[in-house]
Antibody
Framework: QVQLVESGGGVVQPGRSLRLSCTAS????????MHWVRQAPGKGLEWVAA????????NFADSVKGRFTISRDNSKNTVWLQMDSLTAEDTAVYYC???????????WGQGTLVTVSS | DFVMTQSPDSLAVSLGERATIHCKSS????????????LAWYQQKPGQPPKVLIY???TRASGVPDRFFGSGSGTDFTLTITYLQAEDVGIYYC?????????FGQGTRLEIK
């Protein structure tokens, strides 16, 4: 069955970095655009970043542009989100999500919690 | 950015009745070249990730019961849930994927009356 498993979350101090991973199984990873979507505690959904199915293009929300990078390795069925210069506003559950077509999310992981706090 | 506004913020509906959620986009998400509305609906149950219900504004995702019905075009969309079941409780989000950045509505909390 389809699985997306995120890891790498935790508690980090403001200004520090964290790297999230998401490993996929059960579908042809290399055919899917991969996204990160976050949800602050008790809040709604915010799209964060995307990488094309072949890694040729990336896209970021203005709120993380210049601080976050996204990458993937199709041979490992894995996508990463490198988060630098973290602030309290980055505290959220981070979901990875897979999109085969125009941009709706077919599959979601269970999420990993990132808490930015001193 | 495209701003997606849902209404109401919350609603309570009796079992077996109909629930209706609205989503309005600040700009049209209709692509006239293919006549498709770049609009999806998701359901999020407590402690779970979202699950896609509807894409292209009215196409049900695989395995989604036909009690869920998406409609609308351009800037105004509706998610209708007929014959409400207890398992339909959760928060519902609309999402536009017409243009980056992808944006979501603020969510509508659905409860049983």
């Amino acid at each position: 069955q389809v699985q997306l498993v995120e890891s790498g979350g935790g508690v980090v101090q403001p200004g520090r970095s964290l790297r999230l991973s998401c490993t996929a199984s059960g579908f042809t990873f290399s055919n899917y655009g991969m996204h990160w979507v976050r949800q602050a505690p008790g809040k709604g959904l915010e799209w964060v970043a995307a990488i094309w199915y072949d890694g040729s293009k990336e896209n970021f929300a203005d709120s993380v542009k210049g601080r976050f990078t996204i990458s993937r390795d199709n041979s490992k069925n894995t996508v990463w989100l490198q988060m630098d210069s973290l602030t309290a506003e980055d505290t959220a559950v981070y979901y990875c999500a897979a999109a085969y077509s125009a941009g709706w999310f077919d599959y979601w992981g269970q999420g990993t919690l990132v808490t930015v706090s001193s | 950015d495209f701003v997606m506004t849902q209404s109401p913020d919350s609603l309570a509906v009796s079992l077996g009745e109909r629930a209706t959620i609205h989503c309005k986009s600040s700009q049209s998400v209709l692509d006239n070249s293919n006549n498709q509305n770049y609009l999806a609906w998701y359901q999020q149950k407590p402690g779970q990730p979202p699950k896609v219900l509807i894409y292209w504004a009215s196409t049900r995702a695989s395995g989604v019961p036909d009690r869920f019905f998406g409609s609308g075009s351009g800037t105004d969309f509706t998610l209708t849930i007929t014959y409400l079941q207890a398992e339909d409780v959760g928060i519902y989000y609309c999402q536009q994927y017409y243009i980056s950045p992808i944006t979501f509505g603020q969510g509508t909390r659905l409860e049983i009356k």
